[in-house]
């Protein structure tokens, strides 16, 4: 069974770092896209970041220049580095792994709460 577990998360004021990991089990990272999202109250569940196998990256605009994105597929846990933080920044970030080779699957982490304070 494939499982992700996310850590890392947070309150944290206005201008901080939070650096979250995302550690699968049950599945091999490297065949996978791996990405970062998520939702705040009220509002739907928003892509952050994503990052292929082979290592290409995709940000959201509104995270561009604050955040990073990374992959270890050695100790097969992705990570999102975020700084700069803003209060519209809080919400449940989740992990996301898209697998892309046969057998494809797609799974989802349990969250991973983010408060920014202002």
């Known amino acids: 069974q494939v499982q992700l577990v996310e850590s890392g998360g947070g309150l944290v004021q206005a201008g901080g770092s939070l650096r979250l990991s995302c550690a699968a089990s049950?599945?091999?990272?490297?065949?996978?896209?791996m990405g970062w999202y998520r939702q705040a109250p009220g509002n739907q569940r928003e892509l952050v970041a994503t990052?292929?196998?082979?290592?290409?990256?995709n940000y959201v605009d509104s995270v561009k220049g604050r955040f990073t994105i990374s992959r270890d597929n050695a100790k097969n846990t992705v990570y999102l580095q975020m700084s700069s933080l803003k209060p519209e920044d809080t919400a449940v970030y989740y992990c996301?792994?898209?697998?892309?080779?046969?057998?494809?699957?797609?799974?989802w982490g349990q969250g991973t709460q983010v408060t920014v304070s202002s």
């Open positions: 049950g599945s091999i990272l490297r065949w996978s896209t």
């Open positions: 996301n792994m898209q697998r892309v080779v046969v057998p494809r699957y797609n799974v």
């Open positions: 990052i292929t196998n082979d290592g290409s990256t």
